[in-house]
């Protein structure tokens, strides 16, 4: 077995890599003394990738919005009962998720990791899927649609994406539709599973006191899939650089006005070390335009004009960029205007270089203090990995990004005309 060993000794980390005939890709993080254990097995699978030509065919295949999502509930039903049952009964605390670019499945633990590993790698390989369980899910997935239909923080949030996209699927829903799941069948979920939960589209990763050669070990053991496939097509509509609304609003129930705005990104490298480099730079500007010691953050918030459920991101992934940022407020479009001006302001007359380093090495520092937990480490490995990079190469990003690139991006992202706000007022 040829395992491969790098060590980080700036942060006195080491990873251990090993590949599968299959294509799979193996990562075990060590974390000596800690009782907590962590694995995840995650596909390159999410509920953007509703268009795709399966390996070996020439056909575009199309597929009903959800489908992602459906399909990690669905895996959790195996023939001799649930996957959940079988984990709590080995004193784990197993979970799933779904994303616009990936679905993982993880548990931690403490004790017994060798038996809840395997039960990890066998279920995700087998799944049991039948139509009359499939109709049965349909009920259960739409009171979960339905409940996320009244949520404001969920609505505010995709309706921000509806008014930045004008064709890409990331506005919609990641569960889907009733309309849409009410199309799901045995066949289509299996042609999903077998097209992107092929092993050479997977990755596993393990963090915690563990030994990587028994992981490995038990990866060999449980892949019954021999041979790597072609690589998957993904298909996504083009899509224009402009928004397609500047404004989002809608009524719901509650007693303060709910805000999202931000900047739809155009002209971004998707992949390798640029895009690392463009999500650092924006995240180091957003904290400096608008972090708690920021001037504007403290103009409105001792205007009353927002509260300490302001929060800001900025997410980038193969086919779309954008930054967030928003709260509870008596009066959005107040806190638009002076964002704007701030930005206005900022970029008339030049960022502050002694701002700008004192957060790169901040950011830099709670970088660093996230490899103190097992969960967020193998959560952020995941998210990056299938951009062709790891969590490990920020490290580098934090030392080699300058001031006058963070200017440069300053003025591609924050432009005014991709700026879209949605609100959700008092019913």
Known sequence: MDI??????NIDETMHIYEHRSGLKCFVIPKRGYSKKFATFATHYGSINNQFIVPGESEITTVPDGIAHFLEHKLFEQKDGSVMDKFSQLGSNPNAYT??????YLFSCTDKFDENFRLLLNYVQNPYITEESVEKEKDIIGQEIRMYEDNPNWRVFFNLLRGFYVNNPIKIDIAGSIESISKINKDILYTCYNTFYHPSNMIIVVVGDVDAPKVFEQVEKSISVSASKPEIKRIFPDEPDKINESYVEQKLAVAMPLFQMGYKDSGFCSKGMDCLMRETAVKILLEMIMGRSSKLYNDLYNEGLINNTFEFDYTIEENYAYSAFGGESKDPLKVKEKVLEEI??????????????????AQKGRFVKQFNSVERIAHNFVSVYFKEVNIFDYMEVYDKITFEYVNKVFREHFAAERLAISVIKPA
């Open 99 to 104: 994303s616009f670019a990936q679905t993982a």
């Open 344 to 361: 206005t302001s900022l970029q008339q007359s030049g960022l502050n270089m002694e701002t700008y380093e004192r957060i790169r090495r």
């Open 4 to 9: 491969k060993t790098v060590e980080y000794k």
